[in-house]
């Protein structure tokens, strides 16, 4: 059974980092053609692509957040971090960890984690 | 940036009708393109990849087809649980969704 799931802080204050776990089961991030990757969603909004990391470390990054995230694998096998830079109220949203079928042409998500929302405050 | 736009935004229908979704890209993305369906307060899940594959688990009621820009979600025959949002995403050098399809029961 493959599993994704988020964790990180519930709350941050405007101009603070984000750093976000993705810990998964299931499968390898060395496995040829996978990868895991972040959305989020603003309350009431659409999906939004934040990032991703292949099995052979290519990322991706959304254009317009390019300059505010990094993606890594983390120290364990089974862990995938995103930071996000001066965060800001308008990155208050759920985000969701996927994994990623690059085997397929269209990429899908096809595993979700459950999601963490975050609320960015002061 | 390749920009998919989805329509209708809202569809109000009833269990036991047909319906098609529509999502519709700015420049040609082949096959490139994945439909989910997502609930309140869960996760999306995933439907079609490929344009046209069901994904695993996926009931056969739900079909895809299309390529090149212009691409359909079809919903044979609906049941009180396909009631959800809808998103469609493509890849290309980057990913983006669509803003959404929202199906309603009348």
């Known amino acids: 059974q493959i599993t994704l799931k988020e964790s990180g802080p519930t709350l941050v204050k405007p101009t603070q980092a984000l750093t976000l776990t993705c810990t998964f089961s299931g499968f390898s991030l060395s496995t040829s053609g996978v990868g895991v990757g972040w959305v989020r969603q603003p309350p009431g909004k659409a999906l939004e692509w934040l990032a991703v990391i292949y099995w052979d470390d290519d990322t991706r990054y959304s254009p317009s957040l390019k300059s505010r995230l990094t993606i890594t694998k983390g120290t364990s096998r089974n862990q995938v971090v995103l930071t996000m830079s001066n965060m800001d109220p308008v990155d208050t949203a759920t985000y969701y960890c996927?994994?990623?079928?690059?085997?397929?042409?269209?990429?899908?998500?096809?595993?979700w984690g459950q999601g963490t929302m975050l609320t960015v405050s002061s | 940036e390749i920009v998919l736009t989805q329509s209708p935004a809202t569809v109000s229908l009833s269990p036991g009708e047909r319906v098609t979704l529509s999502c519709r890209a700015s420049q040609s993305i082949s096959n490139w393109l994945a439909w989910y369906q997502q609930k309140p307060g869960q996760a999306p899940r995933l439907l079609i990849y490929d344009a046209s594959n069901r994904a695993t688990g996926i009931p056969a009621r739900f079909s895809g087809s299309g390529s090149g820009t212009d691409f359909t979600l079809t919903i044979s025959s609906l049941e009180p649980e396909d009631f959800a949002v809808y998103y469609c995403q493509q890849r290309s050098d980057w990913y983006t969704f669509g803003q959404g399809t929202k199906l309603e029961i009348k």
């Open positions: 996927t994994r990623i079928a690059a085997t397929k042409s269209s990429d899908p998500f096809d595993v």
